[in-house]
């Protein structure tokens, strides 16, 4: 069995389907695993959307651990939150340090960790781009993409490092941002800077038709890895990735697994 520690902020819907669906699929014993705690650096009360995600772990009787990266963050001199980021995450550990999962998932989790919580902890996180692909928030990824006039983007979950977004890459799946709905997509955003585009903020058509095709593969690439990492294909190895013979192994594509969950699930 895999022990799993969850960390989120719980900021909104998407980070309850993730808990929502890797708890389903654990109670239905389709994946063999179990989550040690959940960790928000948000505290009950200090949002709308992180007391329901509380709620739904609660629901589940998950052990909840929150330390508030906000209140953190006043009490220690205030400034950006790179200039606590060592401390806080100190912190976290302290609180953390009762339970020993095999792996950290961060799902939704706003926060950059510190070098010395990327080593206690073996680590995994989603990024909303292909291996090699554009680095930063999922704005910024698909901005890049739309300002490249790039054929196809995806979702990958790498090994969480000292180093944002660059760690080891575990799996990922692909996906084609052209033909279909797509074509008439990029033809009227022909000859319009990303400048232009970005005006329109989220819901430009084309940057939401992208993210829309992203997000859906994101949970069922997690479970697909976390299935592999159950099943012994694939296993972190000092901060490495190796397959069933301990040989390392970089960038697994799982385009067959994501996409018959979705055609299974309808979504």
Known sequence: MLKLGWLSTGRGEGSRGFLDLIQGQIASETLDARIEFVFSNREPGEAEGSDLFFDLVKGYGLPLVTLSSKRFRKEHGGGPMSKHRVSFHAEVMKKLSGFSPD???????????????????????????????PAGTWQEVIWELIEQRADESGVMVHVATEVLDSGPVLTYCSFPIRGGVFDPLWRAVEGRTVQELQSQGEEQPLFSAIRREGMRREVPLLLETLKSLVGGRLRLADGNVVDARGVMVEKTCLNEGVERFLRESGT
Do not use: K
């Open 103 to 133: 792996i950290c998932v961060l799902a939704g989790y706003m926060l950059v960790t510190s070098p010395e919580m990327c080593r206690r902890y073996p680590m995994v996180n989603l990024h909303p781009a292909l291996p090699g692909g």
